[in-house]
């Protein structure tokens, strides 16, 4: 099973590699993980995919809480969510492409961030990852040059908050 | 109060009310050594290998309930502790480990002695901390012993850069430590307390079994001790809760798992109900999971939620401190002023009655014949009446100590169980002995184990540690040879050795006593001599046992607990 788990940690030096060794020392699987401070830059808000089944997701919260800089832990994964990722593709661009590219990024909603008609141009897309998925295989008809994904981060759909108390 | 940074590590150790540390000098720690030479709130204890600064600090904190302290220096010196640390990790032994580092500037820059000391040692920790400023270290050391020592105990670490230690500025003790990311839980739910005295009081085949979460939670052995007979139950111990509860109470099956007596482990295995105290089903105690304890309800008591569930699915698990809920379940029971059920448990006790007449752990020593290594360690038990603190190193000589010596209180049992340290033993036993220096403590080593930390003579003499040191000697890595003669058809791949040292030759050169036993009749005489002398100097006591003894009973690995090899 796929998890979603955001985690509230101290906005210190080295939290990144304790989670990260956590997962490699454990051999738990680690699908993405992505980190940044929040609103009080004392912390760090991480949204990390795993896969497993109850009992090594059940560990994988443990051992997180266990972490001392770690304040909080959340599964969200069984709870009303979304979920959102960062596209940035280059593509190469000529006269001949250029039309079809502008009228598939349209219908993805991406941005067109730079644009060289006769060199490359870069899109933007944030959505589901399975969006970007579609987006990117539909891109397979041109040539990509270079791609980067943030990998999701999540949160709650209720009102509820996610912070220190 | 200006103060430099080593300073403030010392006037720290003082307000955290440390007597004792271990270490050794190096060039980044220089600064802190000559504030160290400069006071005189605690000792330091000269090791000579780092990794015996941190088993020593172990053998002192698991005998005085305490928090070891180790000061050793950058690079090489913190590699060398790194042993140490893992051992305290397993074992949950409560420590703080300072180690010196490069001046902050030349950090990154494999400098001379330079290594990634925070890096390495973070899946070696319970925690680590690299100090950046001479203002932060206060905290830091307050936050470290307060890791240390509370929640499930466990090594810190403080990587302090040398220009930190030089560097001056205002000091201020932080008067309380709260951290908002770590709140360990101490009292057990309720809710959970109360269904767990339901089940105590329905059930009709209990068993306890208790770990080394009794010996962290000071005090907590006589309410186990108390719980087991207030609901009739029988008491297991791991490797590590030996002690837990006295050997002769009639309540005690002795070990469990893999070299655990026959009764133990079947009472394990027909229970139906098992209450875990402070212990967390580690492999070499619930050999194959899917037969562990298949008919039981289990309830589990630890203060770690990642120990709970890990291996074996708790039905009703009880986060807290084992002392703490031990009371809570007792006061429980006598609010609802329960007892057990006694026609079960008369049934229970005598199927028990049964199994204990197998008599796992019978030996038998003829005259004439080599002497048994399990007569030495019940000899030993004789002369000391079961009162002394025993350290050991790793292999057969640790299980025949485990099963044969016999304990009568908590905290008189130093070994290293979750990683299985060879060279604990001598640094551990220096360790105990300074922190009761007015008791009697054994070391039962192996011709292999004592090897790994032998230099620790030199220290034991330094200090007049009047440690009695015992090798059961048998001229193999017993415990590698047992396993190679069953699973291995007897090939004795590199565990024997055919250049031993003269070890009693050994312990003189290192200014002690060295005596050797070769014949049974020689063993009790001998031992008297030993444990007669009052020079303040360690006696080594070299035994010649028999070679080719094997640990019994024994679970094969991948076993079930009932399919005990007996002989
Ligand atoms: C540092 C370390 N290396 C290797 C081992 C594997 N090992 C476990 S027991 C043992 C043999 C110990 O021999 P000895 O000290 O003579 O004790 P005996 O089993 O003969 O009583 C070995 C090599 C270990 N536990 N620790
Ligand atoms: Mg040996």
Redesign the pocket.
């Known amino acids: 099973m796929r998890h979603t788990i955001t985690v509230l940690v101290e906005n210190e030096f080295g939290v990144l590699t304790r989670v990260a060794g956590l997962f490699s020392a454990r051999g738990y699987n680690i699908e993405s993980l992505n980190v940044a401070p929040i609103q009080d830059k004392t912390v760090s808000r991480m949204t990390i995919v795993t896969r497993g089944d109850e009992r090594a997701i059940e560990q994988i919260k443990k051992q997180l809480n266990k972490l001392i800089p770690v304040i909080k832990v959340d599964d969200i994964s069984h709870t009303v969510h979304l979920e959102r990722e960062m596209l940035l593709v280059k593509v190469a661009a000529s006269p001949e492409s250029y039309n079809a590219l502008l009228e598939l990024a349209d219908s993805f909603g991406a941005k067109v961030v730079d644009d060289h008609i006769d060199s490359h141009m870069i899109l933007e897309l944030t959505g589901k990852a399975q969006q970007l998925d579609e987006f990117l295989s539909r891109l397979s008809d041109f040539d990509v040059t270079a791609m980067t994904r943030t990998g999701p981060v999540g949160m709650r759909r209720d009102a509820k908050g996610f912070n220190l108390d | 109060m200006k103060l430099s940074g080593a300073e403030i590590v010392v006037e720290c150790l003082k307000r955290e009310g440390v007597d004792t540390i271990f270490g050794y000098p190096g060039g980044a720690v220089l600064q802190i050594y000559d504030a160290i030479f400069q006071q005189s709130h605690f000792k330091h204890y000269l090791v000579r290998h780092e990794q015996a600064a941190l088993h020593a600090a172990s053998g002192y904190a698991r005998v005085s309930g305490k928090c070891g302290v180790a000061l050793v220096t950058s690079g090489p010196g913190a590699t060398n502790a790194v042993?140490g640390l893992a051992d305290a990790l397993a074992d949950s032994t409560p420590l703080v480990c300072f180690s010196g580092q490069v001046t902050s500037a030349l950090i990154g820059n494999d400098a001379f002695q330079e290594a990634d000391v925070v890096g390495i040692t973070r899946s070696a920790t319970k925690h680590n901390f690299l100090v950046k400023r001479a203002e932060d270290l206060a905290l830091i050391i307050r936050q470290a012993f307060h890791i240390a020592t509370t929640g499930r105990p466990g090594p810190v670490l403080i990587d302090i850069p040398k220009d930190v230690s030089i560097n001056i500025c205002e000091f201020v003790w932080p008067e309380a430590v709260n951290m908002r990311s770590y709140q360990p839980v101490t009292q057990g739910h309720p809710g959970q307390i109360k269904k767990a005295v339901k089940a105590m009081l329905a059930c009709q085949r209990p068993v306890i079994y208790s770990g080394g979460g009794i010996m962290n939670s000071v005090g907590s052995a006589a309410l186990l001790r108390e719980l087991s007979h207030s609901l009739n139950a029988p008491v297991t111990n791991t490797l590590m809760g030996l002690g837990g509860i006295p050997y002769d109470d009639p309540h005690f099956l002795g070990m469990l798992g893999m070299h655990g007596t026959y009764e133990a482990n079947m009472a394990v295995s027909h229970c139906d109900l098992l209450v875990a105290v402070g212990s967390r089903f580690d492999d070499r105690v619930t050999g194959k999971l899917e037969a562990f304890a298949p008919d039981a309800k289990i309830i589990h008591i630890d203060i770690d939620p990642s120990s709970i569930s890990k291996n074996i699915h708790a039905h009703l698990p009880i986060v807290g401190d084992v002392g703490v809920v031990l009371k809570q379940i007792l006061e429980e029971i006598a609010r609802k002023n329960g007892a057990p059920n006694a026609d079960a448990l008369a049934l229970w006790w005598e199927q028990i009655a049964e199994w204990r007449a197998v008599d796992s752990l019978h030996f038998e020593q003829l005259p004439d014949a080599p002497i048994k290594?399990q007569r030495v360690i019940q000899a030993v038990h004789e002369i000391t009446h079961g009162n002394a603190v025993v350290a050991t190193?790793?292999?057969?000589?640790?299980m025949w100590a485990a099963q044969h010596y016999g304990f009568r209180k908590p905290h008189r049992w130093v070994t290293s169980g979750g990683l299985?340290?060879?060279?604990y033993g001598l640094p551990a036993g220096m360790g105990a002995q300074i922190a009761v220096p007015d008791e009697r403590v054994v070391v039962f080593?192996?011709?292999?184990?004592?090897q790994?930390c032998i230099q620790e003579l030199a220290t034991m003499y330094q200090y007049r540690l009047p440690i009695i040191i015992i090798i059961?000697n048998?001229a193999?890595?017993?415990?590698?040879?047992?396993w190679q003669e069953m699973f291995y058809e007897s090939r004795y791949s590199q565990?024997y050795f055919d250049s031993l040292p003269d070890f009693v030759k050994l312990a003189e050169a290192y200014r002690g006593t060295g005596l050797k036993v070769d014949h049974i009749e020689q063993l009790d005489s001998v031992l008297e001599q030993a444990f007669a002398i009052k020079n303040e100097r360690f006696v080594l006591v070299d035994v010649a046992v028999s070679k080719e003894e094997n640990v019994y009973p024994m679970v094969p690995a991948g076993a079930a607990l009932n399919e005990m090899v007996l002989s």
């Open positions: 042993t290594p190193d790793v292999g057969q000589h640790q299985g340290t060879m060279g080593t192996g011709d292999a184990s004592i790994m059961l048998n193999y890595m017993g415990m590698v040879r047992q565990s």
